[in-house]
Every structure is written in structure tokens, then in C-alpha cells.
């Protein structure tokens, strides 16, 4: 980047100044997100402990994102005081050297958390059906993220190191690779689980809400969308009046709500027995696979019958679509049969946590 002479003469320190509206916005951007994410992830212990008694892998893996949520803000706010979301002419020669300096944990944490998020959904999409193509396509989606965010943070640790001369231009192409591949990405983990949820033999209205949920889990795609007009803006080619210290602000603004939000709808679409059990007013109680007594023994759930999967195996999902009675030994439910109208139809062995329902504890 050029120095003019204008921000040659500038005698103070960004130190000397207050926060502006952006800095501020920042601030309370993340302050109101990542307390929502903490009260969900909160709730989504609170489940595993005390009611599912199980702590499961997509919990572990948004607890480590709640983690890198909060190192992202810290580098960010470290940046604050080198003209992150201040305008140019703001900033001095020194501020420059310091803002690249903390640019590269910046960056580095922003290009990991999406692909964490997406790791934690994988998660629970790997578990909606025992398909083995459908599953395969769940693992490939997952090396796919993984694959081209090891490149990604290779290469801006690398090559496009911004604590070399000449990576700004490199920088922006990293940007607008990711963010693409972030819609992208985003728009499979949604698409992948709609044959399984097509195939569930129930109402429209209960497929539509089981979709609802999964997809809820990647609502973070608004924000990665909305995100990539402001990549667009970045640039920093000669003779570019872009702002760029004050456009990474409003772009960081829109990251930080994202990783935040991923958090939020991860734990959210998992919370349903939680808000059985604790706030049946609201009418959850007829997701609920099964009324169980604190003895265990017989139970009543109500359940569904899907459709064959391309192992031969099927889907007992407990989603509505009458009612089914069994009983539940050494962690599985052994569901005798379906009342449908005047129709009896027997279930198989399912294994407990391994049907749809289940999957959306």
C-alpha cells in the first residue's frame, strides 16, 4: 500500500482515539451473538447431561468453536489498535506494519471456523441414515471442506503471508476463494440429506419440518452469501479508492456474526428434547420420540416408517404418523408395531439415537 502525504503528517496514534460507530457496532455485533451461542451451547450440555446422558461429537465440536469464536474476536480487537474498521487516512506508517503483523491470526482463525461448523453438521447428517452412498457422499463433503481449507490456510501462511510485500492482492484471492467455497460447501451439506428426508413415508408437513431442522443447522449460508459482495469490494489494485482497513471492519463484522450464528444453529436444531422437557407449552412434545417413565421399562414414541435405503437397512424415524409401543433393553428400542389407520406394520431393531428423531435430540 502507497503512503500519501496526508497520512505522513498524521501526528497521532490510533491509541488517542475513541472507537468509531464500526468499532462499536463490532462490539455489540459479537457481544449479542456469542451470548446467544453461549446460552445455546449451554442448553445443549444441560441435554447431554441430564436427559441424553451422552456428550456427542458435534457437541464437542461446537464447543471448540464457541473457543475459536472468541479467539477470533480477541485478534480482532488486537487489530482495532493498528486501523482495523478505521478509514485509511486515519492510520499511519507504523499502524500499517502492526495491522499485517496481526493480520495472519486473523486470518488464519476466520479460514478455520467455517469448516469447523461444517465438521459439527456432518456430524449429525452422518447418523440420519445408514446408507452407505448416502453416507460416503456425507464423508466426502467433509474431506472436500477440509481439503480446501488445509490449502487455504497453507497458502495464506505461506505464499500469502500478509508479512510479506505484494500479498495484498494474493490475500483478496484467498478471501474470495474461501467465501465461495463457503456457499458452496454450505448449499451441499443442505442437499445432501433431502433424498433420505424425500423418502420418509409421513406428511408433508412433517417432512418439511425435519428439513427445516437439518437446514437450520447451515442457516450460516445467509451470511456467507451476504458476506461475498463485501469480498467483491476489496481492492487494492493501483489507483483503487477502496478503504480497505474500514471495508475488512464491516467484513469482519459479518464474520464474526457468522462463526456466532454457526454456533447458534448447530445447537439449536439438536435441542429438541431439551425443550420437551422443559418447555412443553410450547408444543415440541409431538417431535418426541417416546414418553418415557424414570424407571425405563414400556414406553409409548410415535413413529414412522421410511423408505429402503441402498443397504437394505431401514430408517426408524419417530416423527409423527401414528403410534408405535415397545420397549427399550441395554440401549435399544425393539418397536413391535404401527397403528395406521387399520394397518399394522412391524418395525425392526433400532438402535437408540440411530433414527431421525433421535438424530435431532
Known sequence: MEFTPEMLAIPLTLADKPYNDLQIGTFIGFGVTYFAATILLVFRYMQALKITKKVELDLVILTILWVLALVYFVTMYQLMAFGWARHTSELVPVDFINFNKGLLPNTLTYLITPAVTKMAMCAVLYRISPSRTYRIMVIAIAVAIFMYTLVLTSITGGPCNPLKTGTTKCLENVALSQAVLNIASDLAVIAVPIPTIHKIQTSLKQKCLVGALLCLGSGVVVCSIVRLPQVLT????????????????????????????????????????????????????????????????????????????????????????????????????????????????????????????????
Open 234 to 361: 476489496l481492492d487494492t489494485s493501483p489507483g483503487s479508492t477502496v478503504d480497505i482497513t474500514y471495508e475488512e471492519g464491516v467484513l469482519g463484522v459479518w464474520s464474526i456474526v457468522e462463526v456466532n450464528l454457526g454456533i447458534v444453529c448447530g445447537c439449536g436444531m439438536r435441542l429438541k428434547q431439551f425443550i420437551v422437557k422443559y418447555w412443553p407449552r410450547l408444543g415440541m412434545g409431538s417431535w418426541g420420540s417416546s414418553a418415557t417413565s424414570s424407571q425405563g421399562g414400556t414406553h409409548t414414541t410415535s413413529g414412522m416408517r421410511t423408505g429402503e435405503f441402498g443397504n437394505g437397512s431401514r430408517l426408524g424415524a419417530g416423527l409423527g404418523a401414528g403410534h408405535v409401543h415397545g420397549t427399550k433393553q441395554d440401549g435399544k428400542y425393539q418397536l413391535h408395531s404401527i397403528q395406521k389407520g387399520n394397518k399394522d406394520e412391524t418395525f425392526v431393531n433400532v438402535e437408540d439415537g440411530g433414527s431421525t428423531d433421535g438424530i435431532l435430540r
